[in-house]
């Protein structure tokens, strides 16, 4: 679990504008209502209301910067594999990283 988030509180904008997958899945553990927008209901929101657009921009802001702390801090690779190119095995793991965009290091021997 990431985080928790309270009344009032929105998660879900980045990849709306962006146009891209969400990465994180949520969960409710309470009763709660949830609104749904695509992006051109949220592109209208931030236009309408200058309120919900700078309050939903300094959430962004926020969440980048966090991320962009989080890469820094975080090893560039954490997987190491060691082995021959020809060993199935150690081809098998690689392409499964691989297609999982999973950063390694691979050091033949």
């Not at 657009?53 to 702390?69: D, H, P, V």
């Amino acid at each position: 679990m990431l985080g928790r988030s309270g009344a009032g509180e929105f998660s879900g904008e980045t990849p709306i504008f962006m146009g891209t997958a969400s990465i994180v899945s949520v969960r409710a553990v309470t009763k709660c209502r949830v609104a749904r927008f695509e992006r051109q209901q949220l592109q209208e929101l931030v236009r309408d209301s200058p309120s919900a657009g700078e309050m939903i921009f300094q959430t962004m802001t926020s969440r980048f910067a966090m991320a962009q702390k989080l890469v820094r801090e975080t090893p560039s690779s954490r997987v190491h594999i060691s082995g021959s190119k020809y060993d199935n095995n150690c081809r098998a793991i690689r392409a499964f990283l691989s297609a999982n965009r999973i950063q390694y290091d691979w050091r033949p021997r």
